[in-house]
């Protein structure tokens, strides 16, 4: 059935990406244009993490519980959520870099006003606006850095893409505290913005769509329509949903169970969260690089999701410094090793013409399940006292990610052995 579905939607698999040798397919110039991404992506992160970096004092000076803290990841995700269908369809419709230009500058701006919030309505104002734009830049920005790669490396490139937000968190957690410390928490989040403003101008002027970009017949409506009818894109949403759940969570409200809990200094708190960036980026492409070389990319899901089961729950039961530190570090390796395989498998069976609309599908599960945990656990806080009962809740749903993905293997295996297809056997290998 989902070749059929697959073969409505107009889907050529595994489509060669045409470069031409004249110009566009020169590593130069891909390099040049997936760098220039990846800039501007490094300050998406900036108003998210520098909110769970700095929460304890943004708390305190906005005079906000645990559940409305929560609230600001809450309406951002829930803006992000909804717009991330209407983002993919238009960057598979009209281009991924106009797009995804737009939300560069909307982010980077808004980052800038939340610099100058003095009131917890103004931060919630703000924050429901960031997330519509935030929502312009992932699905359009992974189909400008995928793009520049041939479909055998489109894991690899997907973990590449999210080195960007990690990069960024990662100059944030070293020089954020010491800015506030001397200044203001307001003063990362006014001087940040103002250089990725900047970068978005300079990817406007000097930026070019990937050589792949525009080939074959524009999606519609009923191609969204028809998505919904797959059953591998309700597993892999369900996949999606634990994933950001079990990452956001633990992103957002790990500054404030080091602090609060676990009575570490802001300033040692941004040194393990910076750690915890450092160690997350090379696994983003050291996994999709693994999933791309066994032809296995379920294999890298399902080691990940066995690892976070265990050491979310150590989170929040150990007090001891150095191991505290080790489990932070191991979790943080594999929080988004599949990031890259995940993503990677809608589109290596639906093919390239959707990838917006189908990456932006897969985005709004992931979303939909960071907004609800991560409130969640700001409510169970409040409630109990402890992120205890929380990390545990997250712990489980690594759980029900290990039976999803036994479910996404046999689907996958299926419909690859039912195309039948030498192509596909030459791309993919055994699986």
Request: proline share 4%.
């Amino acid at each position: 059935m989902l070749t059929a579905f697959s073969e409505e939607l107009g889907i050529h698999r595994f489509t060669p990406m045409i470069h031409n040798p004249q110009d566009v397919s020169s590593a130069r110039h891909r390099m040049a244009n997936v760098s220039l991404v990846i800039l501007c992506r490094s300050f998406d992160a900036l108003t998210m993490g520098g909110i769970a970096l700095f929460m304890p004092v943004i708390r305190k000076d906005l005079h906000m519980t645990f559940a409305q803290g929560g609230t600001l990841s809450a309406v951002t995700t829930l803006g992000y959520a909804l717009m991330q269908i209407p983002a993919g369809y238009l960057a598979d419709r009209f281009g991924a870099k106009r797009v995804f230009v737009i939300g560069a500058l909307g982010t980077t701006i808004l980052s800038f006003t939340f610099g100058m919030v003095t009131e917890y309505w103004q931060a919630l104002l703000n924050q429901s606006l960031s997330g519509l734009f935030r929502a312009f830049l992932f699905a359009p920005g992974l189909a400008l850095v995928v793009g520049w790669f041939p479909p055998e490396k489109r894991a690899t490139a997907m973990g590449l893409h999210t080195l960007s937000g990690l990069s960024g968190n990662v100059v944030l957690d070293i020089v954020g505290p010491l800015l506030v410390g001397k200044f203001h928490w307001h003063f990362p989040f006014l001087t940040f913005s103002s250089i990725g403003i900047v970068a978005a101008l300079v990817l406007l002027r000097f930026g070019h769509e990937p050589p792949a970009s525009g080939q074959g017949r524009k999606v519609d409506i009923h191609d969204i329509l028809q998505l919904f009818r797959l059953q591998l894109m309700w597993v892999c949403g369900g996949i999606q949903y634990i994933r950001l759940a079990v990452s956001q969570g633990i992103a957002f409200w790990l500054p404030s169970l080091l602090v609060e809990e676990k009575g570490l200094s802001l300033q040692v708190t941004g040194l393990i969260i910076a750690l915890r960036a450092v160690l997350i980026s090379p696994s983003n492409v050291l996994g999709g690089y693994a999933s791309d070389r066994l032809k296995n990319p379920t294999l890298v899901i399902s080691l990940s999701l066995m690892i976070l089961m265990i050491t979310t729950a150590l989170l929040a039961v150990l007090n001891d410094f150095l191991l505290l530190v080790v489990v932070i570090a191991l979790n943080s390796i594999f929080v988004q090793m599949y990031f890259g395989p995940l993503f990677a498998v809608p589109i290596e069976i639906l093919g390239d013409r959707t990838a917006g609309t189908s990456t932006g599908v897969s985005n709004l599960f992931a979303n939909v399940g960071s907004l609800t945990v991560t409130y969640f656990l700001g409510v169970l806080k409040d409630a109990t006292g402890s992120f205890l009962p929380g990390y545990f809740a997250v712990a489980m749903l690594c759980v029900v990610g290990l039976g999803l993905t036994a479910l996404l293997t046999r689907i996958r295996s299926a419909t690859l052995a039912q195309s039948g297809s030498n192509q596909i056997k030459d791309v993919l290998g055994p699986s």
